[in-house]
């Protein structure tokens, strides 16, 4: 059991039609940039749109998702995922512009693990970073701390990325809180 | 006349170039090779984790 089975099984609800394009979001993403950090879920950006089944009324249900794995076996909850080879997975349906935009450009990469390769996509770095201002818990913030140190972000991609999608409020907030010097206003 | 400017007692500041160092070793590694790190180390935590779960479920309201 372990991260490649899971993403095995993803990938074929995909092939299958039970989702849409999908990225992988949050911590795990992150270890794609920076040091990883101990998380217990993996958070699957998803959209649901031109799937048979999706609600006309643009209300998405994870409901088919649901059905797909409990078909597969795998109908387990663990906090408010559900577990694939040991991984509680939440699935999280494209919510705004943002998410869209981050999933459209995620990247597609193909992970090594042991003598296996698993092809996935990630999110960008920029997109992390914004998706976590917006949530904007203490444990987001300490990450959107660690791009910026590690220097694993493009900051001119990123500051474009705040404006496109109103978040340099919050950003500048973030900025101050942390004393960090604010690099989208550097570039003015 | 000058002070002489004498390191804080204690100093720390190769251990924590260490940790530095080992950060930085930790972020070059590849993607697959950070989540295997990762799926490790979740298994070497998980008895604290279940004995932390324990212990909330002890103190969880209803429970003496």
């Not at chain 1, 993403?7 to 795990?28: F, Q, S, W």
């Not at chain 1, 991609?157 to 907030?173: E, G, N, Q, T």
């Amino acid at each position: 059991m372990g991260m490649k089975q899971t993403l095995d099984v993803i990938n074929a609800m995909e092939a299958d039609g039970a989702i849409g394009r999908y990225a992988i979001a949050g911590a795990v993403a992150a270890y794609n940039y920076v040091a990883p950090t101990v998380t217990e879920d993996l958070d699957i950006l998803v959209s649901f749109e031109n799937l048979a089944g999706t609600s006309r009324s643009g209300l998405i249900t994870l409901a088919p998702v649901l059905a797909w794995l409990k078909r597969k076996g795998y109908e387990e909850f663990r906090k408010e995922g559900v577990v694939i080879a040991g991984w509680a997975v939440q699935f999280l349906p494209v919510a705004d512009d943002l998410d869209a935009e981050a999933l459209a450009s995620a990247e597609q990469v193909d992970i090594r693990m042991g003598g296996d390769t698993v092809t996935t996509r990630v999110l960008r770095p920029e997109h992390l970073v914004a998706v976590a201002l917006r949530v904007g818990r203490t444990k987001d913030f300490v990450r959107i701390a660690q791009f910026i140190e590690e220097k694993a972000v493009d900051i001119a991609a990123l500051c474009a990325v705040l404006d496109r999608h109103k978040l340099r409020p919050p950003w500048s907030a973030f900025c101050v809180r942390t004393g960090i010097v604010d690099p989208c206003s550097l570039d003015q | 006349m000058t002070m002489k400017k004498t390191p804080p007692y204690p100093d720390i500041s190769d251990i924590l170039a260490r940790k530095t160092e080992g950060r930085r070793e930790l972020a070059r590694r590849s993607f697959g090779e950070k989540i295997a790190a990762m799926e490790t180390l979740r298994e070497r935590l998980a008895p604290l984790k279940r004995a932390r779960e324990e212990r909330q479920a002890r103190k969880a309201p209803g429970k003496s």
